[in-house]
C-alpha cells in the first residue's frame, strides 16, 4: 500500500524559498499523479499544484503560478514543490497527494501524506 512521506518545510522569511518532497514508501509513485494541496489554520484546504505521472503535465493555482514549481524524479520515488518568492498567506501544512490523473480537487486523490509546516512570517 502507498504511503507519502513529505519533508522540506520550515520557517522562511518573505521572499524566501523552500524545497518539498513528497517521497513514496511501500509501494512507488510510477502509477500515480501527485498533487499538492496546503491548508491555513482555521481555512479550507486548498489545492496548490498537480503533475502527471510522466511528468508530462503540470498545473499549478494562479495564485502560485510563476513562483511554484512541480516536478518528479520517478527513478527516485519523489516528487517536489519548489517555492520561490514565498508569501505570508503562503503559511499552512503542504500535503501530498497520489491520484490516477492530475486533479485540482482533493476527493479525486486516493492516498495523502501526514503533510509538513510552512511558515512564511518575517
Known amino acids: 500500500q502507498l504511503h507519502l512521506v513529505e519533508s522540506g518545510g520550515g520557517s522562511v522569511q518573505p521572499g524566501g524559498s523552500l524545497r518539498l518532497s513528497c517521497a513514496a514508501s511501500?509501494?512507488?509513485?510510477?502509477?500515480?499523479?501527485i498533487g499538492w494541496f496546503r491548508q491555513a489554520p482555521g481555512r479550507e484546504r486548498e489545492w496548490v499544484s498537480c503533475?502527471?505521472?510522466?511528468?508530462?503535465?503540470?498545473k499549478y493555482a494562479d495564485t502560485v503560478k510563476g513562483r511554484f514549481t512541480i516536478s518528479r524524479d520517478n527513478a527516485k520515488d519523489t516528487v517536489y514543490l519548489q517555492m520561490n518568492s514565498l508569501k505570508p498567506e503562503a503559511t499552512g501544512t503542504y500535503s501530498c497527494a497520489a491520484g490516477w490523473d492530475c486533479y485540482t480537487t482533493g476527493p479525486e486523490y486516493a492516498r495523502w501524506g501526514q503533510g509538513t509546516q510552512v511558515t512564511v512570517s518575517s
Open positions: 503533475i502527471s505521472k510522466r511528468g508530462g503535465t503540470a
Open positions: 511501500s509501494y512507488t509513485l510510477y502509477y500515480y499523479a
